[in-house]
């Protein structure tokens, strides 16, 4: 018994190392570091609360930054989780040659984090790109998608929403784990399939549209590749969200502690929407089961 026991610890040392030393340690320096000024050169030298005086009250461009990063977020967000909802309600019919589809579907969630993808999303919405092309076909106006500071924030946003795949998958085994009687009972009652869905379907699976969006509204704040290899954050900073701008701190002009002390104020403004949205989910989101007395 002891020797499995051994054997089972020695089976999770891999993952708890890389816990330790991927996760862990860079938490918990980045937190130290951001009391520091430090150039990745030279030592770190402790500066108390430097940064965050500097950053709260003498960096515009940080409230631009935040500014960008929330309207991103704000329209970034349903359009992706209100996109999958969708289709994963559209492939929960039971079709010809619906896996084909559901596969289909989920490969854009794969391919579209990747900066490759990102530098090929920059060619379509070009001056000369596809999507312009496309436009003065149907006889429209071309649009300067990267050089219009009204316009850029969407090349950013429809790439965020088309990696809709993984939360489509999540909402699927939600919709499929709906009694079909529930339905059937409804359709007696003389409810048509909107009703049915926003009287049935909807209430039922509110646990996995919390959990969903709570997931992509954590990586809708750290949004990197698209406004990196797209945009650039322009035009007029137009794009530069929050997670370019730590970058660009760390990185680009060598002032790691002040890039930390950006993260930990995105990690701070993350932790408190998401503690919001858990404390919001008491009034709308209903799980089976549950007594009346708790709502």
């Known amino acids: 018994m002891y020797e499995n026991r051994k054997l ?29 000024q430090y150039d990745l050169i030279d030592p770190p030298e402790y500066a108390g609360l430097q940064n965050y005086r500097e950053l709260f009250g003498a960096d515009p461009l940080f409230y631009k930054s935040l500014g960008v990063t929330l309207w991103f977020a704000l329209l970034a967000v349903p359009l992706r989780v209100g996109f999958a909802l969708f289709i994963a309600h559209v492939l929960n019919f039971k079709l010809r040659g619906i896996n084909f589809f559901r596969s289909a579907f989920y490969l854009p969630s794969i391919l579209g984090g990747s900066i490759a993808t990102a530098v090929l999303w920059r060619f379509i919405f070009a001056k000369y790109g596809l999507v312009n092309l496309l436009l003065v076909k149907l006889g429209l106006e071309p649009v300067a998608w990267l050089a219009d500071e009204h316009w850029s924030m969407w090349t950013i946003v429809l790439l965020f929403t088309w990696q809709f795949g993984s939360a489509m998958v999540i909402f699927l085994a939600a919709l ?29 699976i509110t646990p996995v549209i919390f959990f969903n969006m709570i997931m992509q509204m954590v990586q809708a704040f750290q949004e990197f590749n698209g406004p ?48 919001l949205s858990f404390w919001s989910s008491r009034y709308w989101v209903f799980y089976s089961g549950e007594k009346d007395s708790g709502r």
């Open 228 to 275: 990196y290899a797209i945009t650039e954050g322009g035009p007029l900073s137009s794009t530069y969200v929050l997670a370019l701008y730590i970058y660009d701190q760390s990185f680009r002009f060598f002032n790691l502690g002040y890039g930390a002390a950006l993260s930990w104020v995105l990690f701070a403004l993350v932790a408190t929407l998401s503690g």
């Open 8 to 36: 089972g610890f020695l089976f999770v040392l891999p993952f708890v190392l890389g816990i330790l030393g991927f996760k862990l340690f860079p938490f918990v320096a980045s937190f130290a570091l951001s009391f520091t």
């Open 176 to 204: 499929q784990n709906v009694s079909p009687s529930l339905y059937e009972a409804a359709e007696i009652d003389g409810a048509n399939k909107w009703q049915q869905f926003w009287r049935i379907t909807v209430p039922l």
